[in-house]
């Protein structure tokens, strides 16, 4: 059964009991609830997930509970707790998903040490992979869900998941978090997109997340090879501007922007050092986002493997 | 038996059995491994538990998921262990003349040893013991050197030169690890008072560095006292796995360990720290005795209603938190009674009742949090 077909009583059942588990593509995770608004939120944003075993074996269990005590009642709470412990500070009780959500982003970061992971978007066509990697507020999430939604297939909007043994990625499939005007610029974009609840007043502002599409559900086992990478900055003052960055400088933007590099030592070196071997790399500057798309798909056309090439 | 192994909850039992039997891994179902997992995490054993699996069974044969977590358990663990050396290495300069003892402490220490127990444990800080009298000087030159002081609050500074047994713990830009200077293993007033310049005479050279660790006997204490009187006494059953560790490494390597490390027991008046830290790895790890030194072992038992009462205790404490569920009532009022008879070994009355003091001022006066 899909998380969309379940009623709310039965989320609601799932949540409190033995939890909710679901597949990313590269890990599993069971979420527990107590917070009575999650089960809705959850159906509108992981609709098109599976409900898997809850008793199965899961990456990551994430426990989402209202605040006990004084911060129940007064200016009240929620809490993560991942693994029977509070990692992360409390967030106001009206925002549960961007805890929850932030709480898993945390949690997969700090667990999946057995893949290199970069702070990237990854979407794929034909097989072929586009990493987006860029410090938060450079437009990164904006342009991965745009190209989600003009023809590629959605990874991830925050992790790039490299395979030690092959350099392939692997989808890390979630809801794409986007940010103030984003949020508005992606409606106006796609007016079919499927953006959940706004939530004013987080620490980034405000957040509200565009759902993966259904097929991009459906192919979260599918890898990627990895053939380009762009680093996008949105910059009203240009059209539409690509330099070609030289394979040494990506390699280095991409380590330090990486979760686990260092921790990973030779394994970590070898999977970007694979990664940035297979792609060519550009730096885009851009303020219209249809232009930046359709930049992006030529830039993949072009950088074909060199067999490929005539 | 005051410290059942089947008075433990599950997810204990299963990461004990886990430890100590690791073939059996092998045929552990999905819910299993799920449990053992983050229990493993939480207590920081992942890279132990790793470690003990690789060795007796294939990953491969393994559910996938439960594989790559061991994975990243030997990862995050050799990434420390190299961190380890990374640190000692670039420190070594600052250290003074290389007649002035250097004597590693735990983690560091096996690692440098090569010790088959370092594999797969995750240190955090790098702890070296070196004579009072020399700290002045090589403190002065780690600040020249880039490294700081993690608390500059002026108070915290004099708390740690004027009571502690070691120097506040030390940062450097590039460096994963803190770097925790010692001049003996326990605060200096309180109420254990090892012999300070016998752990120093006794130290062990470690072949082809300079640096040396305790002598097997001290090695064993300095892990025994610290079991139940550092204030964090929570989910330290690491602690305990590493004194069934040490014990087993040196009892088959040393014929006279056991008699040497009562003998040290007694040098350093740390035989009952050493009876509670033996009795807890006996009957959860099944550490191997000699019949003759459990027996004499036995003369350093506390009365049994101090036995009774701490035994009860440390059953609620030192395990990790079942991942499924979170400490309860009376697991949170042992962690405070153990925690309150720490401060009581460690602190003398009036120079709790300053502390005390003056952490109340500080946390009162307008803006002076910190």
Same mark, same amino acid.
Not at chain 1, 112 to 119: A, D, I, K, M, N
Not at chain 2, 124 to 152: N, S, Y
């Given at each position: 059964?899909?998380?969309?077909?379940?009623?709310?009583?039965? /989320?609601? %059942?799932? +949540? =409190?009991?033995? *939890?909710?588990? @679901?597949?990313?593509?590269?890990?599993? !995770?069971?979420?527990? &609830? #107590?917070?009575?608004?999650?089960?809705?939120?959850?159906?509108?944003?992981?609709?098109?997930?599976?409900?898997?075993?809850?008793?199965?074996?899961?990456?990551?269990?994430?426990?989402?509970?209202?605040?006990?005590?004084?911060?129940?009642?007064?200016?009240?709470?929620?809490?993560?707790?991942?693994?029977?412990?509070?990692?992360?500070?409390?967030?106001?009780?009206?925002?549960?998903?961007?805890?929850?959500?932030?709480?898993?982003?945390?949690?997969?970061?700090?667990?999946?040490?057995?893949?290199?992971?970069?702070?990237?978007?990854?979407?794929?066509?034909?097989?072929?992979?586009?990493?987006?990697?860029?410090?938060?507020?450079?437009?990164?999430?904006? /342009?991965? %869900?745009? +190209? =989600?939604?003009? *023809?590629?297939? @959605?990874?991830?909007?925050?992790?790039? !998941?490299?395979?030690? &043994? #092959?350099?392939?990625?692997?989808?890390?499939?979630?809801?794409?978090?986007?940010?103030?005007?984003?949020?508005?610029?992606?409606?106006?974009?796609?007016?079919?997109?499927?953006?959940?609840?706004?939530?004013?007043?987080?620490?980034?502002?405000?957040?509200?997340?565009?759902?993966?599409?259904?097929?991009?559900?459906?192919?979260?086992?599918?890898?990627?090879?990895?053939?380009?990478?762009?680093?996008?900055?949105?910059?009203?003052?240009?059209?539409?501007?690509?330099?070609?960055?030289?394979?040494?400088?990506?390699?280095?933007?991409?380590?330090?922007?990486?979760?686990?590099?260092?921790?990973?030592?030779?394994?970590?070196?070898?999977?970007?050092?694979?990664?940035?071997?297979?792609?060519?790399?550009?730096?885009?500057?851009?303020?219209?986002?249809?232009?930046? !798309?359709?930049?992006?798909?030529?830039?993949?056309?072009?950088?074909?493997?060199?067999?490929?090439?005539? | 038996?005051?410290?059942?192994?089947?008075?433990?909850?599950?997810?204990?039992?299963?990461?004990?059995?886990?430890?100590?039997?690791?073939?059996?891994?092998?045929?552990?179902?999905?819910?299993?491994?799920?449990?053992?997992?983050?229990?493993?995490?939480?207590?920081?054993?992942?890279?132990?538990?790793?470690?003990?699996?690789?060795?007796?069974?294939?990953?491969?044969?393994?559910?996938?998921?439960?594989?790559?977590?061991?994975?990243?358990?030997?990862?995050?663990?050799?990434?420390?262990?190299?961190?380890?050396?990374?640190?000692?290495?670039?420190?070594?300069?600052?250290?003074?003349?290389?007649?002035?003892?250097?004597?590693?402490?735990?983690?560091?220490?096996?690692?440098?040893?090569?010790?088959?127990?370092?594999?797969?444990?995750?240190?955090?800080?790098?702890?070296?013991?070196?004579?009072?009298?020399?700290?002045?000087?090589?403190?002065?030159?780690?600040?020249?050197?880039?490294?700081?002081?993690?608390?500059?609050?002026?108070?915290?500074?004099?708390?740690?030169?004027?009571?502690?047994?070691?120097?506040?713990?030390?940062?450097?830009?590039?460096?994963?690890?803190?770097?925790?200077?010692?001049?003996?293993?326990?605060?200096?007033?309180?109420?254990?008072?090892?012999?300070?310049?016998?752990?120093?005479?006794?130290?062990?050279?470690?072949?082809?560095?300079?640096?040396?660790?305790?002598?097997?006997?001290?090695?064993?204490?300095?892990?025994?006292?610290?079991?139940?009187?550092?204030?964090?006494?929570?989910?330290?059953?690491?602690?305990?796995?590493?004194?069934?560790?040490?014990?087993?490494?040196?009892?088959?390597?040393?014929?006279?360990?056991?008699?040497?490390?009562?003998?040290?027991?007694?040098?350093?008046?740390?035989?009952?720290?050493?009876?509670?830290?033996?009795?807890?790895?006996?009957?959860?790890?099944?550490?191997?005795?000699?019949?003759?030194?459990?027996?004499?072992?036995?003369?350093?038992?506390?009365?049994?209603?101090?036995?009774?009462?701490?035994?009860?205790?440390?059953?609620?404490?030192?395990?990790?938190?079942?991942?499924?569920?979170?400490?309860?009532?009376?697991?949170?009022?042992?962690?405070?009674?153990?925690?309150?008879?720490?401060?009581?070994?460690?602190?003398?009355?009036?120079?709790?009742?300053?502390?005390?003091?003056?952490?109340?001022?500080?946390?009162?006066?307008?803006?002076?949090?910190?």
């Amino acid at each position: 059964m899909r998380v969309a077909e379940a009623d709310r009583a039965f /989320l609601h %059942a799932q +949540l =409190a009991g033995p *939890g909710l588990a @679901l597949d990313f593509g590269a890990a599993r !995770v069971r979420i527990r &609830s #107590d917070v009575p608004e999650l089960p809705p939120m959850l159906r509108a944003l992981y609709g098109g997930y599976a409900i898997e075993d809850p008793a199965g074996l899961c990456d990551v269990t994430v426990k989402l509970r209202r605040a006990r005590g004084l911060r129940r009642w007064v200016r009240p709470q929620v809490e993560l707790l991942i693994d029977g412990g509070i990692e992360l500070e409390p967030f106001p009780r009206d925002t549960p998903l961007p805890l929850l959500e932030w709480g898993m982003n945390y949690a997969l970061a700090t667990r999946l040490c057995c893949y290199l992971l970069l702070h990237s978007g990854v979407v794929e066509r034909h097989g072929r992979a586009v990493l987006l990697p860029a410090a938060p507020g450079s437009g990164k999430s904006t /342009l991965t %869900a745009a +190209l =989600a939604l003009r *023809g590629f297939r @959605l990874l991830s909007d925050e992790f790039a !998941v490299v395979r030690f &043994s #092959d350099g392939q990625l692997q989808a890390l499939l979630r809801p794409v978090a986007l940010k103030n005007e984003s949020i508005d610029v992606i409606a106006r974009f796609a007016p079919g997109a499927v953006i959940g609840p706004r939530f004013p007043k987080t620490h980034k502002g405000t957040v509200a997340h565009l759902a993966p599409a259904a097929e991009h559900v459906a192919a979260r086992h599918a890898p990627a090879a990895p053939a380009l990478v762009v680093f996008p900055r949105f910059d009203p003052s240009v059209g539409l501007e690509i330099e070609p960055v030289p394979k040494a400088r990506a390699f280095a933007r991409l380590a330090v922007n990486s979760f686990n590099y260092e921790i990973l030592s030779p394994d970590g070196f070898d999977a970007l050092g694979r990664v940035v071997q297979a792609s060519t790399c550009y730096q885009l500057r851009y303020s219209d986002l249809e232009r930046a !798309v359709d930049a992006i798909g030529a830039l993949l056309d072009e950088a074909a493997p060199a067999s490929a090439r005539h | 038996m005051l410290l059942a192994l089947s008075a433990l909850p599950a997810h204990v039992r299963l990461l004990l059995q886990s430890l100590t039997e690791p073939q059996r891994c092998a045929s552990l179902s999905e819910p299993a491994w799920d449990v053992l997992i983050r229990a493993a995490r939480s207590a920081r054993l992942l890279g132990v538990l790793a470690a003990r699996v690789a060795a007796a069974v294939s990953f491969d044969a393994l559910p996938e998921v439960a594989g790559r977590h061991l994975v990243a358990g030997q990862i995050e663990a050799r990434f420390r262990r190299q961190k380890t050396l990374f640190l000692l290495e670039t420190v070594a300069p600052q250290l003074g003349s290389p007649e002035t003892p250097r004597v590693l402490l735990k983690g560091a220490a096996y690692i440098v040893q090569g010790l088959s127990m370092a594999e797969g444990r995750l240190p955090a800080d790098v702890d070296l013991m070196m004579p009072r009298v020399a700290l002045d000087g090589i403190e002065r030159a780690l600040l020249d050197a880039g490294w700081q002081f993690e608390k500059t609050d002026p108070y915290d500074q004099h708390y740690y030169r004027a009571w502690s047994h070691e120097l506040p713990p030390m940062r450097c830009a590039g460096q994963a690890l803190e770097l925790d200077l010692h001049h003996t293993i326990l605060p200096p007033l309180g109420r254990l008072k090892p012999d300070t310049d016998g752990l120093f005479a006794a130290a062990v050279p470690i072949v082809g560095t300079s640096f040396s660790a305790l002598c097997p006997g001290d090695q064993v204490l300095h892990a025994a006292a610290h079991l139940l009187q550092d204030s964090d006494c929570t989910g330290r059953l690491r602690d305990l796995v590493d004194i069934d560790s040490l014990v087993r490494t040196h009892a088959t390597a040393n014929p006279s360990f056991w008699p040497a490390l009562l003998e040290r027991a007694h040098l350093h008046h740390l035989g009952r720290p050493l009876w509670y830290a033996l009795a807890l790895t006996r009957a959860w790890l099944a550490t191997p005795m000699p019949e003759e030194v459990a027996a004499r072992i036995a003369g350093f038992s506390p009365p049994w209603p101090a036995r009774a009462t701490l035994c009860a205790l440390v059953t609620r404490t030192l395990p990790p938190v079942n991942p499924d569920g979170e400490p309860g009532l009376w697991d949170r009022l042992a962690s405070r009674l153990l925690e309150a008879r720490a401060v009581w070994l460690r602190l003398p009355p009036w120079l709790l009742a300053w502390h005390a003091a003056n952490k109340a001022w500080r946390a009162w006066r307008p803006g002076g949090a910190s």
